[in-house]
T-cell receptor, first 112, second 114 residues
Framework: GQSLEQPSEVTAVEGAIVQINCTYQ??????LSWYQQHDGGAPTFLSY????GLEETGRFSSFLSRSDSYGYLLLQELQMKDSASYFC?????????????FGTGTKLQVIP | NAGVTQTPKFQVLKTGQSMTLQCAQD?????MYWYRQDPGMGLRLIYY???????DKGEVPNGYNVSRLNKREFSLRLESAAPSQTSVYFC?????????????FGPGTRLLVL
């Protein structure tokens, strides 16, 4: 089967850097994505990694290590509006079927 | 360009009632998805349609049926609602089922089953 682990909550100070980790167990892995969801809203796409390494998109970066089955989302220069839940999503191909599995999410609270 | 639209926004059902959640996208995407989101459980995939004419089960398909009516529309049906199906339901679409293709989510349907 598939499993993903993320911390349930993280608190960080405005202007600081925070890292949200995601570890996964899946067969046929081929990609990891990150989504942001504000309370009461719909998830929105942030970034993806198909290959090992760091992908940078403005203040947000995402890292993947396929050998360690591990990824993280790095948020820099935190702003109050970054308070939201962050989900990692694993894409896999198993038995000819493509699957996507979301983690349970990490609730980030940014404090002044 | 409305993106992904869902109807209704809210619904209250009694146990045993049936209903269909509607979803439509205007981005000419091939793939569409139905998720449910419960507190502390993240998003769980119910069914998806990789392309028009195909549907596949996700993680939690029991109690649901889907129809990919055409490229634009993907509906989710609850034949006999149960309290355990109280949740927020999100529809999403993407060009393909792959990590680098953004999934665009609709605003969600909040369903309460009494």
């Amino acid at each position: 089967g598939q499993s993903l682990e993320q911390p349930s909550e993280v608190t960080a100070v405005e202007g600081a850097i925070v890292q949200i980790n995601c570890t996964y167990q899946t067969s046929g892995f081929y990609g990891l994505s990150w989504y942001q969801q504000h309370d009461g809203g719909a998830p929105t796409f942030l970034s993806y990694n198909a290959l090992d390494g760091l992908e940078e998109t403005g203040r947000f970066s995402s890292f993947l290590s396929r050998s360690d089955s591990y990824g993280y989302l790095l948020l820099q220069e935190l702003q109050m509006k970054d308070s939201a839940s962050y989900f990692c999503a694993v894409y896999s191909n198993s038995g000819g079927y493509q699957k996507v599995t979301f983690g349970t999410g990490t609730k980030l609270q940014v404090i002044p | 360009n409305a993106g992904v639209t869902q109807t209704p926004k809210f619904q209250v059902l009694k146990t045993g009632q049936s209903m269909t959640l509607q979803c439509a996208q205007d981005m000419n995407h091939n793939s569409m998805y139905w998720y449910r989101q419960d507190p502390g459980m993240g998003l769980r995939l119910i069914y998806y349609s990789a392309s028009e004419g195909t549907t596949d089960k996700g993680e939690v398909p029991n109690g649901y049926n889907v129809s990919r009516l055409n490229k634009r529309e993907f509906s989710l049906r609850l034949e006999s609602a149960a309290p355990s199906q109280t949740s927020v339901y999100f529809c999403a679409s993407s060009k393909r089922v792959t990590a680098q293709e953004t999934q665009y989510f609709g605003p969600g349907t909040r369903l309460l089953v009494l």
